[in-house]
């Protein structure tokens, strides 16, 4: 069993930066880890994973202002989001999907199998 904890969320003003973290249980180095965020209303949307050994995929959508890492030693997943704008304001959540040879197969939210409380980000 893996247990996600978000924290990092919060209030930013458009054109900053905000770093989110989800602390993991030590199950963690089993998992390929994704982040994921959702608008009431509207469904999960993927943002981008990262596999055992560093190797990250991103939505498209989401090239380029969002940095996903992972300290393994922390047993802690980084999300850095950068130039933000109100588009950005969601809950963010991450999530724990078993790995293939250490690689992310999907950024479905329906193949994660273990998700964090989430994470409340506000744009303004």
């Known amino acids: 069993h893996v247990q996600l904890v978000e924290s990092g969320g919060g209030s930013v003003q458009a054109g900053g930066s905000l770093r989110l973290s989800c602390a993991t249980s030590?199950?963690?180095?089993?998992?390929?880890m994704g982040w994921f965020r959702q608008v009431p209303g509207k469904e999960r949307e993927g943002i981008g994973n990262?596999?055992?050994?560093?190797?990250?995929t991103y939505a498209d959508s989401m090239k380029g202002r969002f940095t996903i890492s992972r300290d393994n030693a922390k047993t802690t997943l980084y999300l850095d989001l950068n130039n933000v704008t109100p588009e950005d304001s969601a809950t963010y959540y991450c999530?724990?999907?078993?790995?293939?040879?250490?690689?992310?197969?999907?950024?479905?939210?329906?193949?994660?199998?273990?998700w964090g409380q989430g994470t409340q980000v506000t744009v303004s």
């Open positions: 999530a724990a999907a078993p790995s293939r040879g250490g690689y992310c197969y999907s950024l479905f939210s329906r193949d994660y199998t273990y």
């Open positions: 030590n199950m963690y180095s089993r998992y390929c």
């Open positions: 990262i596999g055992l050994h560093g190797l990250t």
